[in-house]
């Protein structure tokens, strides 16, 4: 573009410059100097002619005249040609003109005159003529002055026209010059990059060749354009054979290739790309031989002069697919592992607690028979060691509940500093007889009421306490309770148990809260234990969101630290007097015990007879229903486990059903079932819980809570007596008009559930009610009389309560039969 504008300049230059020079070869051919001084001597051959006639012999005035003519000629050119119009313009070429023009005026008539006149004013002329010579030399001298000044200026601007065309010359040029200096970078540039290119598609071909993943580029319409060594290995093929052919038809398996199609379809009509772009994607490829595999695919697009093409780079992954199938088989084999460890764990600890709660029943119903001082020293051991083995069969149970994420903490109000002068209180005996002293206190403001978990504090706090009065002789345990820090809704509580006992060896440290680790590696023996305190600790810990740590020097002691986050409560109100030591007085019961294992079944009996309670025993859930349909019972004690029917849905078959104990107290027993398990027996139908094992003083609570006993239904649902006689008067028909009576009582039911209207509710109910006198079912009859005075009144009685009193109704009257 810069060539192109400089060469119009330098065409514009030139176009000047021959312009200039055409005016400078006009000027000199017509030679208007020439005629400007050309006047002078015209007008002095016209002085001289007059002169020549005037003394003359000849007086002919033809020349005279015709030099006249010649030079008022050449005056009017002067005075009017436009080329001397410029200098006409000049005051003193006009004035000098003008006198010319003026002696020729005057002169004019006297040579248009006759000869005579002519001549006699010859000396006039000549007088004249002789002043004239001035102006005429000024007109000359004007008017070449002016033409030489035009001239030079008409030089002057051919010689500005000629540099200017000359500077452009130059900048043309110079301007040629670099261009051609850009012209040949450019072309350098264009050779290291034509090279470049050449090396990069040279290592390109080199990579695909070598690469081991396959390469595949196809055009728009998906026909094969390169196909690399890879990709012959592995489909198969040989590039030679694939080129042009269709993807689809090469390495796309059959049952897919109607999709590709459709992809491809979608794909030239500019729609959505699913897989060009969207990075590696995993399906399935086909070999030559028809053999499917899987194959990692990733899709790129790129622009070229013949159109897009797309290029695919596809893995066998085969071998990988394989090793994640194995590790993930190894994976399910491990976890089945832990899960088989835990339901081990699970089940044995609740086979164990099975006989334990036999054992720990039948010490506590021996405790109350007649015992002599030694037998009574005896039943007390075996009841701590069966008690110690409990704790450690719930150690287990713990631990198997935490690896499961299934353990719960339930916060509550507790005092901490009460906690801790117990767990001492229970220590100090242990520590006396090894002579360490052992105390606690407050480090800082003290903070004696918070929300936890009193029984995993407790057992945290046990352990570590436990611990410190195993290993220390002759020493010292400090407990410190100390507030380190705030949270956004508590505090940060640190407790350290410090004793100078044996101490732990520096590469025993991280083995201590292992499970199963026990005195016997850690300190030759000093003391008995599973080796599950400290996991059990450590897990606890992790639960109520704490950690706990240990700094130890074998030979001088070891500090176990807790820390763990709590929040500051009130203090609760007072309790109330804890009740008198003897045992508390119950109202005896009908009671069904549905539990299988015949220890069990015993204990339970056994304690409820003793209490003069009615007692049914039955060991498995489906009799369990069966019983609670057919009897009215003042309480139910449900077991969990149990074979045929378990006691969650046996609990709902009875709540669900219409039996003659579907609303009755139904309590679980069972063997330190879960805060979530325990939600879900409530929501089940159970009313409370009972825990294993079993004893008199839990079981004398729970049911001194209950509701007192029912009195026999033959006393309080129906008149026995108006039953009596009305079976007396109408004989064989009584049983005929009890069923017809039930019928007429059931469709009532029924009825009622579709929410009639109110006029017709009393006349049913009034009906219904005129029977239940006749059979001297006198709780029944009141109940419907108080639905028919209502709907009487417009409104509608609540219906809740009439189902199970028709229930016990029906079954009092089957009762008296």
Same mark, same amino acid.
């Given at each position: 573009m810069a060539g192109l504008i400089g060469l119009a300049v330098i065409a514009l230059l030139v176009s000047d410059v021959a312009r200039d020079m055409r005016l400078l070869d006009t000027a000199t051919s017509d030679n208007v100097e020439w005629t400007i001084a050309q006047t002078e001597v015209e007008f002095l051959e016209f002085e001289a002619e007059i002169l020549e006639t005037q003394t003359g012999s000849d007086r002919s005035m033809i020349d005279l005249r015709r030099k006249f003519d010649v030079f008022y000629s050449r005056i009017s050119t002067l005075g009017e040609a436009a080329l001397y119009a410029p200098m006409r313009e000049d005051p003193v070429y006009e004035r000098a003109l003008g006198d010319v023009r003026a002696f020729l005026d005057r002169a004019v008539p006297l040579i248009d005159g006759g000869d005579t006149a002519l001549y006699a004013a010859l000396p006039t002329l000549i007088e004249e003529a002789e002043t004239l010579h001035e102006a005429l030399r000024t007109l000359v001298t004007s008017s070449l002055d002016y033409f030489a000044s035009e001239s030079d200026a008409r030089r002057t601007d051919v010689g500005i026209t000629l540099g200017r065309l000359a500077a452009a010359l130059a900048a043309l040029i110079i301007t040629l010059g670099l261009l051609v200096l850009y012209l040949t970078r450019l072309n350098a540039q264009g050779v290291e990059r034509q090279r470049q290119i050449a090396q990069t598609s040279q290592r390109m071909n080199t990579v695909i060749t070598a690469s081991l993943d396959a390469v595949v580029v196809t055009d728009a319409g998906g026909h094969i354009l390169e196909f690399n060594a890879a990709a012959e290995s592995? +489909?198969?093929?040989?590039?030679?054979?694939?080129?042009?052919?269709?993807?689809?038809?090469?390495?796309?398996?059959?049952?897919?290739?109607?999709?590709?199609?459709?992809? #491809?379809?979608?794909?030239?009509?500019?729609?959505?790309?699913?897989?060009?772009?969207?990075?590696?994607v995993q399906l399935e490829g086909m070999r030559a031989d028809g053999t499917i595999f899987p194959c990692e695919l990733a899709i790129q697009s790129a622009s070229t002069d013949t159109g897009e093409i797309f290029i695919a780079f596809l893995r066998d992954i085969t071998a990988r697919v394989v090793a994640e199938q194995e590790l993930m088989e190894a994976r399910d084999q491990a976890l089945a592992g832990e899960r088989a460890k835990t339901d081990f764990l699970a089940v044995m600890s609740h086979e164990i607690r099975t006989p334990l709660n036999g054992l720990l029943g039948n010490l506590s119903l021996l405790q109350d028979t007649s015992l002599d001082e030694r037998q009574s020293?005896?039943?007390?051991?075996?009841?701590?060691?069966?008690?110690?083995?409990?704790?450690?069969?719930?150690?287990?149970?713990?631990?198997?509940?935490?690896?499961?994420?299934?353990?719960?903490?339930?916060?509550?109000?507790?005092?901490?500093?009460?906690?801790?002068?117990?767990?001492?209180?229970?220590?100090?005996?242990?520590?006396?007889?090894?002579?360490?002293?052992?105390?606690?206190?407050?480090?800082?403001?003290?903070?004696?009421?918070?929300?936890?978990?009193?029984?995993?504090?407790?057992?945290?706090? #046990?352990?570590?306490?436990?611990?410190?009065?195993?290993?220390?002789?002759?020493?010292?345990? =400090?407990?410190?309770?100390?507030?380190?820090?705030?949270?956004?809704?508590?505090?940060?509580?640190?407790?350290?148990?410090? =004793?100078?006992?044996?101490g732990i060896a520096p590469d025993q440290i991280d083995r201590i809260f292992q499970d199963f680790v026990t005195g016997d590696v850690l300190y030759d023996r000093m003391a008995e234990g599973t080796g599950l305190g400290l996991g059990i600790v450590r897990r606890f810990a992790a639960a109520?969101?704490?950690?706990?740590?240990?700094?130890?020097?074998?030979?001088?002691?070891?500090? +176990?630290?807790?820390?763990?986050?709590?929040?500051?409560?009130?203090?609760?109100?007072?309790?109330?007097?804890?009740?008198?030591?003897?045992?508390?007085?119950?109202?005896?019961?009908?009671?069904?015990?549905?539990?299988?294992?015949?220890?069990?079944?015993?204990?339970?009996?056994?304690?409820?007879?003793?209490?003069?309670?009615?007692?049914?025993?039955?060991? =498995?859930?489906?009799?369990?229903?069966?019983?609670?349909?057919?009897?009215?019972?003042?309480?139910?004690?449900? =077991?969990?486990?149990?074979?045929? #029917?378990?006691?969650?849905?046996?609990?709902?078959?009875?709540?669900?059903?219409?039996?003659?104990?579907?609303?009755?107290?139904?309590?679980?027993?069972?063997?330190?079932?879960?805060?979530?398990?325990?939600a879900a027996f409530l929501d089940d139908g159970m009313t409370t819980i009972l825990s294993k094992p079993l004893s008199r003083k839990a079981l004398d609570a729970m049911l001194s809570g209950l509701p007192e006993p029912s009195q026999d239904p033959d006393q309080t649902v129906i008149d026995l007596e108006h039953l009596a006689d009305m079976r007396a008067a109408v004989g064989e028909t009584f049983e005929p008009l009890l069923d017809r009576f039930e019928s007429e009582t059931d469709a009532l039911l029924d009825w009622l559930g579709t929410d009639p209207p109110i006029n017709e509710i009393r006349e049913r109910v009034h009906k219904t009610a005129g029977s239940a006198a006749v059979f001297g079912a006198r709780d029944f009859r009141a109940e419907l009389v108080t639905i028919e005075n209502a709907a009487q009144d417009g409104a509608r009685e609540d219906l809740s309560r009439l189902p199970a009193l028709w229930r016990n109704t029906r079954n009092a009257l089957r009762a008296a039969l």
């Open positions: 592995i +489909f198969g093929h040989a590039a030679a054979d694939v080129k042009g052919r269709s993807i689809g038809d090469v390495i796309v398996p059959e049952k897919y290739r109607g999709m590709h199609e459709a992809g #491809m379809e979608r794909m030239r009509r500019n729609g959505p790309r699913n897989v060009v772009g969207k990075g590696r020293g005896f039943v007390a051991n075996m009841d701590t060691s069966g008690r110690q083995l409990m704790r450690h069969v719930s150690d287990v149970l713990d631990i198997t509940r935490y690896d499961a994420g299934k353990l719960q903490i339930t916060p509550a109000p507790m005092d901490l500093g009460g906690l801790v002068q117990d767990l001492v209180d229970g220590q100090s005996a242990a520590a006396a007889r090894h002579g360490t002293q052992i105390s606690w206190r407050w480090s800082g403001e003290p903070l004696d009421w918070i929300a936890a978990d009193r029984d995993r504090l407790e057992h945290i706090l #046990m352990n570590l306490i436990g611990n410190a009065v195993k290993f220390t002789r002759e020493g010292r345990i =400090d407990i410190t309770l100390e507030i380190v820090g705030t949270t956004s809704d508590g505090a940060d509580l640190e407790i350290r148990v410090d =004793d100078t006992g044996i109520m969101n704490g950690k706990v740590s240990v700094e130890s020097i074998l030979g001088k002691g070891s500090r +176990f630290t807790l820390h763990l986050p709590v929040k500051s409560v009130d203090m609760p109100e007072a309790p109330a007097e804890p009740a008198e030591t003897r045992r508390i007085e119950v109202a005896p019961r009908r009671v069904l015990v549905v539990e299988d294992n015949p220890i069990n079944q015993q204990v339970v009996r056994d304690m409820l007879l003793l209490d003069g309670h009615d007692v049914t025993v039955v060991s =498995d859930g489906r009799t369990g229903v069966e019983a609670a349909t057919a009897t009215r019972y003042d309480l139910i004690l449900m =077991d969990i486990s149990m074979p045929v #029917m378990d006691g969650r849905a046996a609990t709902r078959a009875i709540r669900a059903g219409d039996g003659a104990s579907a609303d009755v107290p139904i309590v679980a027993l069972t063997a330190n079932a879960m805060a979530s398990e325990r």
